[in-house]
């Protein structure tokens, strides 16, 4: 069975004035890898991928964390240099589409992009490997302007355990915990999206800012590794955090996850292999990934997964802590997106599926992107703190 898509015509007079007056802030987007692919144009309608500013512009997507992302194998100074050759097509992107864009560090530029009627660009680092286990990156990050770091992506670094590796530090060794600091001092969130349980929780015993999962989905849901447990959702929360939920159909739905580790092995491993496969192409490991799984799904082997399943995990963990500490990582243009969540136009849906389930209009905005402005501003504010001494 197909799932159920509302066309656009569908979202309602209410649903369109509060969710296109709202700041949408999607705090993780691989958008960045398809910079690299020959033909890719930001600035127009792409046939493939999920983000570009015409469908930006459509699904009402006025804020955009740009994920900063290299294979969690690559280490050293050459993992550091690989980031730089990201982050630079980042703001010369920003400065071609400036009509459009506005680069953003603060919760105040993300407020004065939304007043221009611009789109707010962001920069995550995805992985604590890129610092090339040299703190002094994480202040030349800051710097160019990334506001949050992944402490580890899929493979364990020299200083923190990921959530899909076998452990080797028991969390955070203390110079990663000295990286934790450093993060605070430069007013860079901490995310804990793919860390390991005990990393989670050293973290978050450390930090004196509230953390983000910048992309991660409800564990009692869908048990994947790299989801939050209730627990975890609601110890992250209790000092001032936010959970993002991904919409990657093996993260939210678990007879898809099931089957999809049945035939694959798992996303770890499945995409280990492609990117031997690929000799390292990005594009190459994204249409192969992507024609897999749509194979799989029309022979009957991996089953249909609706977006409604991420309502499903905002709502669990609204339920669980409150909408003050819930919002959106989608993780498009580096996942497969369930059915009726085909790109970054389809957002208005999740609002309409919000204010259907009774949530107030405060709420959704919340969701849709305050929570994590909110964040920014209490990591400016530690920053402010710890540089004056405090
Ligand atoms: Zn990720």
């Known amino acids: 069975m197909t799932a159920a898509i509302v066309p656009a015509d569908e979202i309602s007079a209410h649903v369109r004035k509060l969710h296109f007056s709202s700041i949408v802030l999607d705090t993780h987007d691989d958008t960045t890898q398809r910079f690299f692919i020959k ?13 570009d500013i015409p469908r930006m512009r459509e699904g009402g997507m006025n804020a955009i964390f740009l994920s900063i992302w290299i294979d ?27 009509k459009d864009l506005l680069f953003a560090r603060t919760a105040a530029d993300i407020r004065r992009a939304h007043a221009k009627g611009k789109i707010a660009v962001l920069m995550g680092v995805e992985g604590g490997h890129m610092i090339g286990n040299d703190i002094r990156v994480v202040r030349i990050f800051a710097a160019l302007g990334v506001r949050y770091m992944t402490l580890s992506h899929f493979y364990n670094n020299e200083w923190a355990d990921s959530s899909t590796d076998k452990p080797a530090h028991n969390g955070l060794t203390d110079f990663g915990k000295d990286i934790v600091r450093e993060m605070n001092r430069q007013g860079m969130l901490v995310d804990i999206s793919h860390v390991s349980d005990k ?16 992309h991660s989905s409800c564990r009692a849901l869908c048990n994947h590794a790299r989801n939050m447990s209730d627990d975890m959702i609601k110890a992250l929360a209790a000092k001032g955090g936010v959970i993002q939920i991904n919409y990657e159909r093996a993260f939210i739905d678990q007879v898809y996850k099931d089957a999809y580790d049945k035939e694959t092995g ?5 995409l280990a292999d492609l990117t ?15 024609q897999l799984t749509k194979k ?14 991420i309502i499903d995990h905002i709502d669990r963990a609204v339920k669980l802590v409150g909408a003050d500490h819930v919002g959106l990582g989608s993780d498009f243009d580096g996942a497969d997106m369930p059915e009726g969540m085909e790109d970054c136009s389809r957002l208005p849906q ?25 964040l920014l501003e209490q990591a400016e504010r530690v920053r402010q703190e710890m540089q004056a001494g405090q």
């Open 296 to 309: 799989l799904t029309a022979e009957g082997k991996l089953p249909h997964v609706s977006w409604k399943r």
């Open 72 to 98: 969690g194998r690559i280490t050293g100074p050459l993992a550091t240099q690989k980031a730089l050759d990201q982050i630079d097509p980042v703001h010369e992107t920003v400065n071609r589409f400036s």
């Open 350 to 374: 999740i609002t309409q599926a919000l204010l259907d389930k009774g949530y107030s209009d405060l709420d959704v905005r919340k969701i849709l992107g305050e929570n994590t402005l909110r």
């Open 266 to 270: 798992g996303v770890v491993a499945h």
């Open 276 to 290: 031997k496969k690929c000799n390292n192409d990005e594009a190459c490991i994204a249409r192969e990934m992507n």
């Open 39 to 51: 033909d890719f144009d930001l600035g127009r309608r792409n046939s493939g991928g999920q983000v």
């Open 199 to 214: 990393t989670f929780y050293d973290a978050l015993g450390l930090s004196r800012a509230p953390l983000i999962a910048s």
